[in-house]
Nanobody, 124 residues
Framework: QVQLVESGGGWVQAGGSLRLSCAAA????????MGWFRQAPGKERQFVAA????????YYADSVKGRSTISRDDAKNTVYLQMNSLKPEDTALYYC?????????????????WGQGTQVTVSS
């Protein structure tokens, strides 16, 4: 059974940092693009960051650009999202996802597999 399991969320004060992890099981995703999305209560799911297969390119939403770094370790079948200078508006449930191909996009409909999410709460 293919699973994506996120971890690393939690409560942090504004200005703090968190490192989210997404561990894949059941198959390798080394040839897939991987992405992070987030969803706050009452809002639509929002693209955060994505990385191509082989870490060739990385993409970020304007809202997190300069404050976040996405990376992957294919030997561990794991994707990471380092988030710094966190703001209250970053509060959301964060999901990782595997794209259909090697080059991910910001559209959630082009992702095949999703994790259950990890909650990030940033207090002011």
């Amino acid at each position: 059974q293919v699973q994506l399991v996120e971890s690393g969320g939690g409560w942090v004060q504004a200005g703090g940092s968190l490192r989210l992890s997404c561990a894949a099981a059941g198959r390798s995703f080394s040839t897939n693009g991987m992405g992070w999305f987030r969803q706050a209560p009452g809002k639509e799911r929002q693209f955060v960051a994505a990385i191509t297969w082989g870490s060739i390119s990385r993409y970020y939403a304007d809202s997190v650009k300069g404050r976040s770094t996405i990376s992957r370790d294919d030997a561990k079948n794991t994707v990471y999202l380092q988030m710094n200078s966190l703001k209250p508006e970053d509060t959301a449930l964060y999901y990782c996802a595997a794209s259909k191909g090697g080059y991910p996009t910001s559209s959630p409909i082009l992702y095949d597999y999703w994790g259950q999410g990890t909650q990030v709460t940033v207090s002011s």
